[in-house]
Nanobody, 128 residues
Framework: QVQLVESGGGLVQAGGSLRLSCAAS????????MGWFRQAPGKEREFVAA????????YYSSSVNGRFTVSRDNAESAMYLQMNSLKPEDTAVYYC?????????????????????WGQGTQVTVSS
């Protein structure tokens, strides 16, 4: 059974930093690309960052590029999101997700439909 558990959210002032963690109970975790998404109240879930199975390739949304860093530790079956220079508009519930494994098509890592398992989310609130 696949489980993804996020942690590390909280309340922080603008300009501050947080580090989110995603603990994964996935057999062969190192085989899967992973992603971070967020959802603010009244808004659709949006892509934040993604990382390839070996950690060698990262993708970022334009709104977080240069401020956030995604990483993973395959030995620990964990993924991380280091968030610096946080802004009030970063306030949202943050979710980690496992990207679908397929050999027949290339899936867009920025689309929620490309992911098959999701965590329960962790709240990040940035005060101004």
């Amino acid at each position: 059974q696949v489980q993804l558990v996020e942690s590390g959210g909280g309340l922080v002032q603008a300009g501050g930093s947080l580090r989110l963690s995603c603990a994964a109970s996935i057999r062969t975790f190192s085989s899967y690309d992973m992603g971070w998404f967020r959802q603010a109240p009244g808004k659709e879930r949006e892509f934040v960052a993604a990382i390839s199975s070996d950690g060698g390739v990262q993708y970022y949304s334009s709104s977080v590029n240069g401020r956030f860093t995604v990483s993973r530790d395959n030995a620990e079956s964990a993924m991380y999101l280091q968030m610096n220079s946080l802004k009030p508009e970063d306030t949202a519930v943050y979710y980690c997700a496992r990207k679908r494994l397929t050999t027949t098509q290339k899936l867009n890592p920025t689309l929620p439909a490309s992911y098959d398992y999701w965590g329960q989310g962790t709240q990040v609130t940035v005060s101004s």
